[in-house]
């Protein structure tokens, strides 16, 4: 395991740290905030996740299945926060 990939996967876990937190503190002030920093935190898990996975287990089908997953739940938090910013937007 190199140096990078232990930083990587610091970094992402560290980074997925705030929105958990975010989550825990909004579950019951604002649940669909709470959610969106869930699903954020989740994300960067994975995604911290996958470095250890293809540094421990080399590039391969599997070291792409975690980070496909990875992308996915980012794309699925990019497609939930503008929708709800739209809708908040509205007013509704």
């Known amino acids: ?14 980074a997925g740290v705030p929105p958990a937190y975010f989550a825990l503190r909004l579950r019951a002030t ?14 960067l898990f994975v995604h911290s996740a996958f470095h250890v996975f293809r540094a421990l287990a080399g590039p391969g089908p599997g070291a792409e299945a975690v980070e496909t997953v ?3 739940l ?7 926060y503008w929708l709800l910013r739209r809708r908040d937007s509205r007013g509704g």
Request: without cysteine; neutral net charge.
């Open 74 to 80: 980012v794309l699925v938090f990019a497609l939930s």
């Open 30 to 43: 604002n649940r669909p905030f709470a959610g969106l920093s869930l699903l954020l935190a989740v994300a």
């Open 70 to 72: 990875s992308a996915a």
């Open 1 to 14: 395991m190199s140096a990078w990939d232990v930083a990587s996967f610091a970094g992402f876990a560290a």
